[in-house]
């Protein structure tokens, strides 16, 4: 399963696939090459990060240079069940917008949403539940 950015950043460990021996190769990333995910998820520190590494010109080039990519590869997708055409590419194009990537929701296992539940009893409650449904 793919890493959200937000776990690359905290962990600094991703996989890459690599054609020349046509293998996935895990691998990990300096610390001072990017933000950590509080910095990456708000814009003053995000600003302060990338003016303290020294970096902002860069970063932002490097987002523009992200953005063309990403519209051309709109330009051209289209569904299965449509024949493409350059007014279909361009409407695409035209209504992309800029969007923050936010951190993802992370979903509680049912050892969590359990302590939740017992955490919100009283301890009699809690011992009542426990005897009831275990």
Not at 52 to 69: F, P, T, W, Y
Not at 76 to 105: H, L
């Amino acid at each position: 399963m793919a890493k959200s950015i937000y776990e690359v950043l905290d962990s600094l460990i991703t996989e890459t696939s690599v054609p020349a021996i046509g293998k996935v190769v895990e691998h990990t990333i300096p610390r001072d090459l990017l933000p950590t995910s509080e910095e990456f998820e708000n814009e003053e520190k995000l600003l302060a990060w990338a003016q303290e590494n020294d970096v902002l010109h860069a970063c932002m080039q490097s987002g523009v240079q992200k953005r063309i990519i990403d519209l051309r590869a709109k330009f051209k997708a289209f569904k299965k069940d449509e024949d493409w055409t350059a007014e279909m590419g361009q409407k695409a194009v035209n209504a992309s917008t800029w969007d923050i990537v936010k951190r993802p929701k992370a979903s509680k296992s049912d050892e969590n949403i359990v302590k939740d539940f017992l955490a919100k009893m009283t301890p009699k409650e809690r011992l009542e539940w426990i005897n009831e449904n275990m």
